[in-house]
């Protein structure tokens, strides 16, 4: 499938113009909390760097007002910086193309976690029916098959939500789990936290889960494995520390997608990065060979 975004067409009434933030509104539908995702650091970098990409932001009550359509973060950190204007695009469009403006930069910008992924794409779909899932796979160029498994994870009981949103249980994972009755989700997923399962090993209970010869406290023993009680420890120490590493992998991708403007600090976190990313490859190799 061609992965290429498609932009919604828009009319600019500008290219840049500064706005007085006063003047200017968060957006009625944010894809995401903005005050869980470090505002405090991106005032730090805006206060030292400037804001290195304008707002984008939509017209309301003829140019008297203004709502943003992307960049909410940014217009956070900007209002607690107590800045008197902001550099914004102003843009002509409605809800729909507004929405999708913000999805696509928020894809782009890989700003939104799985669950609210999960949340923006059934809005998009149930909520405000702007369109189907094949419409919603052309806008964003993700597949079909992504989009529909994003959504069935709301399926999912809460508890296993929550498990994904602090990273203790992969979305592969959870994936797997939907193709187990939802009685037996959030024991099974219990058991997976407990032993540390990869995803082979949960497609592979998925599937014997499914025979009918199986009875439905069958989780009890799905994950008897015939290697030796050390290696089954070993193996949940590496799983847990492959998570460990992936996880500051990903802060520190943050930080490196942050300091592109300072070519010093960039090459040392990139070295950093690239010293996880071996770690986690010799991580992966111990645990093949156990």
């Known amino acids: ?14 290219i840049l113009d500064d706005i007085e933030i ?17 505002i405090d650091y991106l005032c730090k970098s805006i206060s030292e760097i400037g804001l290195l990409q304008p707002i984008i932001v939509r ?33 002509d469009v409605d809800d729909k193309v507004a929405f999708e403006i913000a999805l696509i930069e928020n894809i782009q910008r890989k700003d939104l976690t799985f669950i609210e992924e999960a949340h923006v794409f059934k809005d998009y779909v149930s909520k405000y029916g702007w369109g189907g899932i094949s419409n919603l796979s052309n806008k964003i160029g993700k597949s079909v098959s992504y989009i529909t498994k994003r959504i069935k994870i709301l399926e999912l009981p809460p508890d296993i939500i929550k498990a994904i949103s602090n990273s203790s249980l992969s979305v592969c994972i959870a994936e797997e789990l939907l193709f187990i009755p939802y009685s037996d989700q959030l024991k099974i997923s219990n058991k997976i936290l407990e032993e540390s399962a990869t995803v082979r090993e949960v497609r592979k209970m998925a599937r014997r889960f499914k025979d009918k010869s199986i009875k ?25 520390s492959i998570l460990i590493l992936r996880l500051a992998m990903k802060k520190l991708i943050f ?36």
């Open 216 to 240: 439905n406290d069958g989780y009890t023993d799905i994950f008897v494995s015939e290697q030796s009680p050390l290696s089954n420890k070993r193996k949940r120490i590496y799983n847990k």
């Open 255 to 290: 930080l490196i997608e942050n300091t592109a403007d300072d070519k010093e600090t960039y090459d040392i976190l990139m070295k950093h990065k690239n010293a996880l990313h071996d770690q986690i490859d010799q991580l992966l190799k111990n645990k093949t060979n156990l």
């Open 1 to 14: 499938m061609n992965n290429q975004i498609a932009l919604p067409t828009v009319n600019l009434f500008g």
């Open 22 to 38: 006063s003047k200017i509104s968060s957006s009625n539908c944010q894809l995401h909390d903005p005050n869980l995702d470090q």
């Open 59 to 91: 017209i309301k009550n003829d140019f008297e007002l203004y709502e943003v359509v992307a960049g909410n973060r940014r217009y956070y950190a900007c209002k607690k910086l107590s800045w008197k204007k902001i550099p914004c695009i102003i843009v």
